[in-house]
């Protein structure tokens, strides 16, 4: 049974910055694809950064790029999210996931998540 527990949410006021974090065990971390995907209130889950297993190559979401960096330490089975110049509108709950191979689906339960909230 994979685990993953993210942290690092928290508010912060428009301009400013958070590093989350998503701690896994259960899995061997270090052979998958790991992605951020985050829910605002009343809108669908979606997709915020993808890193590769060996962390040498990266995709983000449009909204989010050039202000949001996602990295791993896969000796620690960590993958973090460095939120710079944040937006009210990147307030919501902050989740990870393992990714598929192939097309990159979500492999795993999802977690509790971690809030961020951006006040304007």
């Known amino acids: 049974q994979v685990q993953l527990v993210e942290s690092g949410g928290g508010l912060v006021q428009a301009g400013g910055s958070l590093r989350l974090s998503c701690a896994a065990s259960?899995?061997?971390?270090?052979?998958?694809?790991m992605g951020w995907f985050r829910q605002a209130p009343g809108k669908e889950r979606e997709f915020v950064a993808r890193?590769?297993?060996?962390?040498?190559?990266?995709y983000y979401a449009d909204s989010v790029k050039g202000r949001f960096t996602i990295s791993r330490d896969n000796a620690k089975n960590t993958v973090y999210l460095q939120m710079n110049s944040l937006k009210p509108e990147d307030t919501a709950v902050y989740y990870c996931?393992?990714?598929?191979?192939?097309?990159?689906?979500?492999?795993?339960?999802w977690g509790q998540g971690t809030q961020v909230t951006v006040s304007s």
């Open positions: 996931n393992s990714l598929r191979p192939i097309d990159y689906a979500t492999l795993d339960s």
């Open positions: 890193i590769s297993w060996s962390g040498h190559s990266t």
């Open positions: 259960g899995r061997t971390f270090s052979l998958y694809a």
